[in-house]
């Protein structure tokens, strides 16, 4: 076909091959990514300090991150921030880190938002 790229550069999705995972640092409060072929880690949310802010980057704060989900889209990350008792999500793009879920307290109530609670 004219104007073709040659098969040695062309470039395939290929489902299953992953460039990175993200995972909770739990005393550092952070969530970190690996990057799968050189082992690189950098920091995509959370400020070092134990705590529970909302914010983009290293304005965010978690506090034990200690489960680490990925939308189906790729697109957030899902993260159960331990002893804040939240679900929180991050925006894998930008770092912003939301609360999706619970009040902080510990407990078991249902709810949507901030009327839910997690122990732990």
């Given at each position: 076909r004219r104007g073709a790229?040659?098969?040695t550069t062309r470039r395939r999705h290929q489902p299953g091959r992953q460039r990175a995972v993200c995972v909770g640092d739990w005393g550092n409060h952070?969530?970190?990514?690996?990057?799968v072929a050189t082992g690189a880690v950098s920091t995509l949310a959370g400020s070092?300090?134990?705590?529970?802010?909302?914010g983009v980057g290293g304005m965010a704060q978690f506090y034990g991150t200690v489960?680490?989900?990925?939308?189906?889209?790729?697109?957030?990350?899902?993260?159960?921030?331990?002893l804040n008792h939240k679900i929180r999500r991050v925006e894998v793009a930008?770092?912003?880190?939301?609360?999706?879920?619970?009040s902080g307290e510990?407990?078991?109530?249902?709810?949507?938002?901030?009327?839910?609670e997690f122990c732990h």
């Open positions: 790229v040659p098969p952070k969530i970190r990514r690996v990057e070092g300090t134990s705590g529970s802010a909302d489960g680490v989900t990925v939308s189906p889209d790729g697109s957030a990350l899902f993260v159960a921030d331990h930008t770092g912003a880190v939301t609360t999706l879920a619970g510990e407990g078991d109530a249902d709810g949507v938002g901030d009327p839910a």
